[in-house]
């Protein structure tokens, strides 16, 4: 007989990250330790990075796309006076500079890399350039050129300055944010050059910390399999920052056959959404539970993930 495919597991799992581990081979074991047959992680955390890693089984993968987009929170230390070809500790030194910044003139420059900015992505990323890996074509001394991307920073605060060559931000942004190319660039605004030195992910959407539990003690719990589903947040979890509308058994039964309703025909009110939001999505929920997610378009509600 062939090996079973796993058992139909849905929920978050929240991974503290350690260092040296790839976010992959982190859902690996997940996967295997659960006995799950289908699991996915949110939001690609570097080998060198540590920190909140959701991962997600069965159901919860469809979630997945709603914690890519939603807002993180990171600790990073930048190391000043050095850059490096991966822009943190793991790259070959490229160029150094003596000049070392106050904290006043850090501060001074950070306000120009907060907001709606472009960012230059690391060379060692994952990015894709004529269907290769930019880190792939870096490694064999072909380095791409590649173009400023669109990124939301929300706010970049120095918590800490241990000493001149080291300094400790407190970063809040969007989705597809490098943290590498923040630290880079936070260097060169101030007149230096930097590489990142410690970074850590402390929120991933609606996750912190606080909810991550770490791979060995997971492992730990291995002797005691049964009780391992109970640290698994339900998969609608991901969604709690979206706006939330009561639908009736009935109205539910429709838009999980696909079908869109007359916002006029719906039982309970409506939220208020802007005007000039084409991308306003809602959680439809009966009671507690919710059935998945729609969204108002030309005068109807029309379902665009059910759970």
């Not at 070809?85 to 150094?96: A, C, I, K, Q, S």
């Not at 809040?172 to 490098?178: F, L, P, T």
Request: charged share 25%; with cysteine.
């Amino acid at each position: 007989m062939g090996r079973k495919r796993g058992q139909e597991i849905d929920g978050w799992l929240i991974v503290d990250k350690a260092l040296e581990v790839g976010s992959t081979d982190v859902v690996n074991r997940a996967r295997r330790l659960f006995d799950a047959r289908k699991a996915g992680h949110a939001g690609t955390l570097d080998p060198l990075a540590t920190g909140v890693l959701p991962i997600a089984f069965g159901r919860a993968t469809k979630t997945i796309p709603y914690i890519m987009d939603a807002t993180k929170r990171y600790r990073f230390t930048l190391f000043l006076g050095e850059s490096r070809t991966t822009d943190d500790r793991e790259g070959e030194v490229l160029t150094v500079s003596p000049h070392r910044p106050t904290d006043d003139a850090i501060r001074a420059c950070l306000p120009s890399l907060t907001g709606d900015v472009l960012q230059v992505p690391p060379v060692y990323s994952a990015l894709k350039v004529g269907g290769q890996r930019a880190y792939d074509l870096a490694r064999a001394g072909k380095p791409p050129e590649l173009p400023p991307r669109p990124a939301r920073i929300d706010s970049i605060e120095l918590i800490e300055r241990p000493d001149a060559e080291h300094a400790v931000f407190e970063v809040q942004s969007g989705k597809g944010v490098y943290m590498r190319s923040l630290a880079r660039d936070i260097a060169l605004a101030c007149g230096t050059v930097g590489h990142i030195a410690v970074l850590r992910r402390t929120k991933c959407g609606p996750f912190s910390e606080e909810d991550a539990i770490t791979l060995d003690n997971l492992l730990q719990n291995d002797e005691n399999a049964p009780a391992l589903p109970a640290l698994l947040r339900p998969a609608a979890t991901a969604l709690a920052d979206i706006p939330a509308l009561a639908v009736t058994e009935a109205e539910a039964r429709a838009l999980g056959f696909g079908q869109s309703i007359a916002l006029t025909d719906l039982t309970h009110p409506m939220p208020a959404w802007p005007d000039d939001s084409k991308e306003f999505v809602l959680r439809a929920m009966i009671g507690e539970h919710v059935i998945g997610l729609c969204r108002p378009t030309d005068g109807r509600l029309k379902p665009i993930r059910m759970l």
